[in-house]
């Protein structure tokens, strides 16, 4: 409510500001005045505010301010000053009153009735203004021109400015939630990608927890110590809580990052999110690298997040590999062949050894470590091999040679990438 009067006070004291902004035609005390323009924009705006309320208060600021100012400067006599204040009121009243009843009070509203409302509360508010002044009387045609002229052109300026406004504001708000939409699919996908693979790691979880129990049973046969006996237990149920708490965490990732939040998208939207999240993580630490995209097809991918995952490591080993190059360059290209899809993720950077090559896809092997000898995080390029083959029934190579650059080519059966992820 306290935020309603100050919207209301605001908008008062701007038209009142704004209608010493005039010049007078046709009749004295008739002027033309900016307030007029900015009127329609504060009800566009303010629509929430009843508009009879919002002319009250600007009937009551306007006029009385001319007013005021005429009188200080003894522009007129005291009759004539109180005739234009008058009308003043009427005209700002008459506007609000029209407004109240052909449009605000209406549970439907758009831009087209309210370019229509606003040009008929200026031409009937104006016609009562000028009938006041002029004793209703001197009517011509000349006179409905002039009114309905301004009125329209008036209408026009600050329905298009208002319009415009709206528009620019659209726009800036849908691309900021694409933005959060663009952020949200980037983290789905790594917590997916992790998901599937704590997945998988359930199976050796039992395996650890079943050895343990049989080493307890065999150390019982043997009348080993009890010691060790109570060892072998304690990893046994130590295992099994361990593995009830990656349950857990499965079961929670699951149902926030499940199927129901796995919209289908275009594969040039996926690689665009790919591309400026890549760009927007490496320019502070890798402003030279250049990311090249080169795609024309226009398939629909319902089973997007694996494949983000799939490139977006492998365009990140990419810079890596260039080692801070001065005319670092990643190329993706996206080829249609038939019953598959290619992507080819290429660099120019230091390349790789045979010994190297033969080794990528091992799990485990890496050759990313920082400064304290951590390893880097990142799915791995033997999980991006294992995504390939079981998510997309595909293959991934590798060309590489030393110094002068990598490429690895994923092919990707076509039928998987356009298929809807199954439940498991």
């Given at each position: ?38 009127l329609p924009i504060f009800l566009y705006f303010n629509d929430d505010i009843n508009p009879i309320q919002l002319m009250f208060c600007i009937a009551m600021a306007s006029p009385i301010f001319r007013g005021l100012l005429l009188f200080i400067s ?161 990893i046994a149920r130590d295992v099994h809580e361990i593995k009830k708490d990656y349950q857990n965490v499965i079961r929670g990732l699951g149902d926030y990052f499940g199927s129901d939040n796995n919209m289908p998208m275009m594969l040039s939207d ?35 997040y694996y494949l983000v995952s799939i490139i977006s490591n492998l365009i990140f080993n990419a810079v890596d590999a260039l080692d801070d190059k001065p005319n670092g360059l990643i190329r993706l290209t996206v080829e249609d062949k038939n019953d ?85």
């Amino acid at each position: 409510m306290q935020g309603r009067w100050r919207r209301t006070f605001i908008a008062a004291t701007s038209i009142a500001l704004a209608s010493q902004v005039n010049f007078q035609i046709y009749a004295p005390g008739f002027i033309l005045t900016l307030a007029a323009l900015l009127l329609p924009i504060f009800l566009y705006f303010n629509d929430d505010i009843n508009p009879i309320q919002l002319m009250f208060c600007i009937a009551m600021a306007s006029p009385i301010f001319r007013g005021l100012l005429l009188f200080i400067s003894h522009d007129g006599s005291v009759d004539k000053i109180i005739q234009f204040v008058v009308t003043d009121m009427v005209f700002y009243l008459t506007y609000g009153v029209i407004y109240y009843f052909l449009y605000w009070r209406r549970g439907v509203r758009n831009n087209s009735s309210f370019f229509l409302i606003i040009l008929i509360c200026d031409y009937v508010a104006n016609f009562f203004e000028i009938s006041l002044l002029t004793d209703f009387s001197h009517y011509t045609y000349e006179l409905f021109q002039i009114i309905f002229i301004t009125a329209l052109i008036r209408t026009l300026l600050s329905c298009l400015l208002a319009f415009l406004y709206h528009y620019f504001t659209l726009m800036v708000r849908q691309e900021k939630h694409e933005q959060r939409y663009y952020q949200f699919i980037w983290i789905a996908a790594s917590v997916k990608s992790e998901v599937y693979f704590m997945k998988k790691n359930i199976s050796e979880i039992e395996n650890v927890m079943k050895n343990a129990y049989l080493l307890n049973q065999d150390l019982k046969d043997k009348g080993t110590d009890q010691k060790q006996q109570d060892m072998a237990l304690d990893i046994a149920r130590d295992v099994h809580e361990i593995k009830k708490d990656y349950q857990n965490v499965i079961r929670g990732l699951g149902d926030y990052f499940g199927s129901d939040n796995n919209m289908p998208m275009m594969l040039s939207d996926v690689l665009k999110v790919i591309t400026n999240y890549i760009r927007e993580s490496i320019k502070q630490k890798s402003p030279n690298v250049v990311i090249e995209v080169k795609n024309n097809l226009d398939l629909v991918i319902p089973n997007h997040y694996y494949l983000v995952s799939i490139i977006s490591n492998l365009i990140f080993n990419a810079v890596d590999a260039l080692d801070d190059k001065p005319n670092g360059l990643i190329r993706l290209t996206v080829e249609d062949k038939n019953d598959h899809v290619i992507l080819n993720v290429s660099d120019n950077g230091i390349g790789m050894d045979e010994e190297t090559k033969d080794m990528i896809f091992q799990p485990g092997f890496t050759t990313k470590f920082n400064a304290s000898g951590d390893v880097y995080r990142g799915i791995g390029l033997s999980h991006v091999a294992l995504l390939v083959k079981e998510q997309f029934d595909g293959t991934i190579q590798v060309d590489s040679q030393l110094n002068k650059g990598t490429n690895f080519k994923v092919t990707l059966n076509k039928n998987k990438l356009l298929q809807e992820e199954t439940a498991e």
